[in-house]
Structure formats: structure tokens, C-alpha cells
């Protein structure tokens, strides 16, 4: 996909086929990626008829990291881990820029005594999610086939290749400074890592980058909880609301009372310069003993 992005998009690029990559990639991070995968199949933070939980989280899969129930697998592992004293550097981003760019977009984690995962009963035997999982990436053809009759291999290039490329390559960006950068407002105490909340990337990310928030309250649908912490799949669940096709948001309030949740003063928040983390991104590969 990078490959065919890069070549296929110098030479075939036209401002139509940007604007068709611009526009498909804020629509599946926003629809797909945040808001079906993230916000409704994973936390299950609001409620909204089962067709539209099916076309947000078809979206996510149009994302191409992987299929829903694979995620799903994959995030509870990450959580799990990273809750707890200690954590192993694949799941805490922590052995540098250039190792975690490998390991991340390449490896895959074997453990000696793995968590017992187990995934909702209706979710594991839902025959849509289960077809998704089987054809998660052959779903990307049928929207290579339609536009390649519409505006041909440009459209091909920048609508699947160049918008999968952005999506897989920014999930890995994004987690990583999330877990490595940016303000703490709130600590989990006893927790080996904790996330971190990323300033001037709110719309880029579709409100994921409030990490800190979603590590201390993760079955909140709202993200940015702040004045100025903008969060556009908030926005949209709030429009969803509007016209009655999502309800019982939830919101910190609403979730049970954690004593491990530490508030920090303002001072002890460490946030992130807006050029720290790209100067650090250039100088981060240092190698580390691997627990």
C-alpha cells in the first residue's frame, strides 16, 4: 500500500484524487476508526440502532488496521497490560521511534503466558463481524474496482492505497506519542504507563489524542473534556443524539469511582511543546533491554 502510494500517487496525482484522499480519510477516522471501533464496538459508550453500529464499525474496517474482532483482541491485550506494574515495551511503546515503528507495523507479540482475552459472546458470534473479520482487507477492493471507473488509477492510488497508508502509519504515530508525550493531567497510580494528552493534533485524530483523558475514564464517549480539547467524534455522537440515532452517552461521571485515579496540579502536568515531540522523534531510537 505505502509502495503503491508513493509511486502510483507522483504519478498519477491530480487535485481531484487528493481531495478524494483528504475527504475518505477524515470520514473513516471519523465514522469508522474513532467513533465505531473505538467509541461504540470496544467501550461500548453509547447505545445506537445495530445497522448503524454495523456501517460505523464497517468504516473502521475500511481503515485498514484489521478486522473488528482481531482489534478488539488487540486493544483488550494493550489495556490489560498496560494497567498493570509492569508492562512489556511492545505493548508500552517505550523502545524508541524507530524499533516501535518496526515492531508495531511489523511484528507480532508471542507471549509464554498470555491473558485470557475473551471477547462479548454476541460480538464473537456475530456473523457480520465475523464476515468483516475473515475479508477485512479483500474489502477494500470492491471501493478500488468503483473508483477506478470513476476517475481511474489516481483515484485508485490516493482513495485506497495512500488513505490506508495514512490511516495504519498515523494509528502507530498517534499511539506512540500518545503513550511518550504530552501532558498528564490525571495519573492511574500502579498502572506502568499512562497516557498522554496531544495538543494541535484534535482534529487530525478525530479527538483521540486526549489519551490521558481515555486512560482514566475509557467507557466515556467524550474525549476532550477540557475548554479548548476539541473532539470531532464527540461532536458527531452529539449530532447522532440530535436526531435520535444514539443515546445513553456516557461521560466521566458516569463511570465507576477509581481510587487509583490521581488528579495532578497544573504544574506536575507536563505539557507537550509543540516541537518537542518531532525533535525527539528524530533522536529517539536508543536501544533498550527488552523485558
Not at 463481524?129 to 490516493?158: E, H, N
Not at 480539547?229 to 458516569?254: H, I, K, S
Request: glycine share 10%; net charge positive.
Amino acid at each position: 500500500m505505502a509502495v503503491s502510494a508513493v509511486v502510483g500517487g507522483a504519478l498519477w496525482f491530480s487535485w481531484a484524487a487528493f481531495a478524494l484522499f483528504v475527504g475518505s480519510t477524515m470520514l473513516v477516522l471519523l465514522l469508522g476508526h474513532s467513533v465505531g471501533m473505538h467509541r461504540k464496538l470496544i467501550h461500548r459508550s453509547f447505545d445506537s440502532p445495530q445497522w448503524l453500529e454495523y456501517l460505523l464499525v464497517y468504516c473502521g474496517v475500511l481503515v485498514g488496521l484489521a478486522g473488528p474482532l482481531g482489534l478488539l483482541r488487540s486493544h483488550e491485550l494493550r489495556d490489560y497490560a498496560q494497567r498493570r506494574p509492569l508492562c512489556h515495551d511492545f505493548l508500552a511503546h517505550r523502545s524508541g521511534l524507530f524499533r516501535d515503528a518496526w515492531w508495531q507495523l511489523h511484528g507480532d507479540l508471542k507471549l509464554a503466558n498470555p491473558p485470557d482475552i475473551r471477547i462479548e459472546q454476541a460480538i464473537a458470534d456475530d456473523r457480520f463481524y465475523r464476515f468483516l473479520q475473515a475479508t477485512w482487507m479483500a474489502q477494500q477492493l470492491p471501493w478500488a474496482l468503483l473508483l477506478f471507473a470513476w476517475g481511474g488509477w489516481g483515484f485508485v492510488f490516493w482513495g485506497v492505497c495512500a488513505r490506508v497508508t495514512a490511516g495504519v502509519f498515523g494509528h502507530w504515530l498517534i499511539g506512540y506519542l500518545a503513550h511518550n508525550h504530552g501532558g498528564v493531567p490525571v495519573m492511574v497510580s500502579g498502572a506502568a504507563v499512562q497516557g498522554r494528552n496531544i495538543r494541535l493534533t484534535s482534529l487530525l485524530t478525530m479527538g483521540e489524542c486526549w489519551h490521558n483523558n481515555h486512560h482514566a475514564w475509557p467507557g466515556s464517549a467524550k474525549l476532550g473534556l477540557r475548554a479548548g480539547e476539541w473532539d470531532p467524534g464527540w461532536w458527531f455522537l452529539c449530532a447522532l443524539a440530535r436526531v435520535g440515532l444514539a443515546w445513553n452517552l456516557r461521560l466521566p461521571e458516569d463511570q465507576p469511582f477509581r481510587a487509583e485515579l490521581v488528579v495532578l496540579p497544573p504544574s506536575a502536568r507536563a505539557p507537550a511543546a509543540p516541537a518537542k515531540p518531532i525533535r525527539r522523534c528524530l533522536q529517539a531510537f536508543r536501544p533498550r533491554t527488552i523485558r
